[in-house]
């Protein structure tokens, strides 16, 4: 597979940054994954405008410059469902069943959530996922007010949606609903929203139709969890006679554009209700949560690719991950996949990482603008240095790429064309000054005497 040629024969004017003598992973006309030797990737307004050759940008003028010979350009990593200020809650709650991770110690200490400790938790979260090559995440909290201000000012991209229980009134609906109109297109564009229902065992179905309308009337997205896992869909089908996924199509979310993370409980019987809905679907799998609560199934990715539903990488929040590694993820997901399937050959390398790049970027309903590296996508893009020890033979660059290299790999991570962390430097966050602060804070957040909960897990 070879780079994109420039046709201009002319002087060139200078690009804003131009990236020279990397391998470029790329996508052709069939959505198969390659890789260009010896490239260049040329970007002017936050804007790929060429992939070539090194040799035929030699000498080209550009406002920045990186040699990035021995690395691999990759489209900037998506996590497609997270909770960044959880990394606030990071090994607080381990070695327990779901129903206790949430009543006896997440839930409580979600009571004494501050707006002050969700903005120090996104910044630790950003400068997390900036240094491990991720550009764009899908966020669905609390005070999200302060995760827009955090992505404005580090310069990632998010999807952002504000959480809301049916506990709550219809204030909780009302108030994701303003943020996500007060949002949408902020931070130069690169904020996009959701609503954000939190789930159908929390939200009744009356609130849950109520958010379709509202997803259709504004022409929003919905980002909410569904069919988290098995005991999830048997408890609904035991008391209500309907799966979950059975909920969100009766009260009409999946008539809209929908993103619905894990579906670890996801059942045969689903799979026709996910291929007739009329709105984008899409599904987030984060394996490493699924391990660690010992749920017994994972995400379907083989039978939802079948479909057509695009299944996106994840790694939930750091209380149930104790990272926001996508390379973890993309990892996790393609070993995960074969042992479910009893299959070497699924998932391949190759499809973890079109799943990494182009099915996360659907996922989170930008397709159209990331998740490759192409003339006219914005310029998302993580350097990968593969001269480690660890890297090294490379027989087979798509299995390095998901097998062998690490998030600490990651040299570079540029985003809209800004470089947000260059040589492992991180430009646009300070990670001990927040560390410090958000150390100081902790005694107060994690404090469960009072008794409190702000939602009851029972499923």
């Given at each position: 597979?070879?780079?994109?040629?420039?046709t201009?024969?002319?002087?060139?004017?200078?690009?804003d940054?131009?990236i020279t003598?990397?391998t470029v992973?790329t996508?052709?006309?069939?959505e198969?994954i390659g890789?260009?030797?010896d490239a260049?990737?040329?970007?002017r307004?936050?804007i790929?405008?060429?992939v070539?050759?090194a040799?035929?940008?030699?000498g080209?003028?550009?406002?920045e410059?990186?040699?990035?010979r021995?690395?691999?350009a990759?489209?900037?990593?998506i996590?497609?469902?997270?909770?960044?200020p959880?990394?606030?809650?990071?090994?607080?709650?381990?070695?327990?069943p779901t129903?206790?991770?949430f009543?006896?110690v997440?839930?409580?200490?979600?009571?004494?959530l501050?707006?002050?400790?969700?903005?120090l938790?996104?910044?630790?979260?950003?400068?997390?996922m900036i240094?491990?090559?991720?550009?764009?995440f899908a966020?669905?909290?609390?005070?999200?007010?302060?995760v827009a201000?955090?992505v404005a000012?580090?310069?990632?991209?998010?999807?952002?949606g504000?959480?809301f229980?049916?506990?709550?009134?219809?204030e909780g609906?009302q108030r994701?609903?303003?943020?996500a109109l007060?949002?949408a297109?902020?931070?130069d564009?690169r904020?996009?929203?959701?609503?954000?229902p939190?789930a159908?065992?929390?939200?009744?179905d009356?609130?849950?139709?109520?958010?379709?309308?509202?997803?259709r009337t504004?022409?929003l997205p919905?980002?909410?969890?569904a069919?988290?896992?098995r005991?999830?869909t048997?408890?609904?089908?035991a008391?209500?006679?309907?799966?979950?996924?059975?909920?969100?199509?009766?009260t009409g979310?999946l008539?809209t554009?929908v993103l619905?993370?894990h579906g670890t409980?996801i059942v045969?019987?689903d799979?026709?209700l996910?291929?007739?809905?009329?709105g984008?679907?899409?599904?987030a799998?984060?394996?490493?949560g699924?391990?660690k609560?010992?749920?017994?199934?994972?995400t379907?990715?083989?039978?939802?690719?079948?479909?057509?539903?695009?299944?996106g990488?994840?790694?939930?929040?750091?209380a149930s991950?104790?990272?926001?590694?996508?390379?973890e993820?993309?990892?996790l997901t393609?070993l995960?996949?074969?042992?479910?399937?009893?299959d070497?050959?699924w998932?391949?390398s190759r499809?973890?990482?079109?799943?990494?790049?182009?099915q996360?970027a659907?996922?989170v309903g930008?397709g159209?603008?990331?998740g490759?590296?192409?003339?006219?996508?914005?310029?998302?893009i993580?350097l990968v240095?593969?001269?480690?020890p660890?890297?090294?033979p490379?027989?087979?660059l798509?299995a390095?790429l998901v097998?062998s290299?690490?998030?600490?790999?990651?040299?570079?991570?540029?985003?809209d064309?800004?470089i947000?962390?260059?040589d492992r430097q991180l430009?646009?966050?300070?990670v001990?000054?927040?560390?410090?602060e958000?150390?100081?804070?902790?005694?107060?957040?994690?404090d469960?005497?009072?008794?409190?909960?702000?939602?009851d897990y029972?499923?």
């Open positions: 597979m070879t780079p994109t040629a420039t201009s024969t002319g002087p060139q004017p200078p690009a940054l131009l003598g990397c992973l996508h052709d006309d069939q198969r890789f260009a030797q260049a990737i040329v970007v307004g936050g790929v405008e060429e070539t050759s040799e035929a940008v030699a080209r003028a550009a406002a410059r990186i040699d990035a021995g690395q691999v990759l489209p900037g990593l996590n497609c469902h997270t909770h960044a959880m990394v606030a809650l990071r090994g607080l709650a381990e070695d327990l129903e206790e991770w009543n006896d997440v839930w409580p200490v979600e009571s004494n501050t707006d002050r400790d969700v903005e938790g996104a910044r630790l979260a950003c400068a997390e240094m491990g090559g991720v550009t764009c966020d669905h909290y609390f005070a999200m007010d302060a201000a955090v000012e580090c310069g990632m991209r998010a999807l952002l504000e959480a229980f049916s506990s709550q009134g219809p609906r994701s609903l303003e943020f007060r949002y297109g902020a931070a564009g904020i996009t929203t959701a609503l954000a939190h159908p065992y929390t939200v009744a009356a609130d849950l139709t109520a958010t379709a309308e509202l997803a504004h022409g919905v980002h909410v969890h069919a988290e896992n005991d999830q048997d408890a609904s089908l008391r209500h006679g309907v799966t979950p996924i059975e909920v969100l199509s009766r979310i008539d554009d619905l993370a409980g045969e019987s799979l026709p996910l291929e007739r809905a009329s984008r679907t899409a599904v799998t984060a394996p490493r699924y391990l609560f010992a749920w017994p199934t994972t379907p990715v083989r039978a939802l690719r079948a479909i057509g539903i695009p299944v990488l994840a790694t939930d929040g750091a991950n104790n990272s926001l590694d996508v390379w993820s993309m990892a393609s995960a996949q074969k042992s479910t399937e009893g070497p050959r998932m391949t499809q973890a990482l079109h799943h990494a790049t182009l996360s659907r996922a930008l159209d603008s990331v490759r590296i192409a003339p006219g996508r914005r310029a998302d993580a240095d593969l001269t480690g660890h890297t090294q490379v027989h087979d798509a390095t097998h290299a690490r998030s600490a790999d990651v040299r570079t991570t540029v985003v064309g800004r947000l962390m260059r430009l646009t966050l300070d001990a000054k927040t560390v410090r958000l150390g100081e804070r902790l005694p107060a957040l994690v469960r005497s009072h008794g409190r909960r702000i939602q029972d499923t």
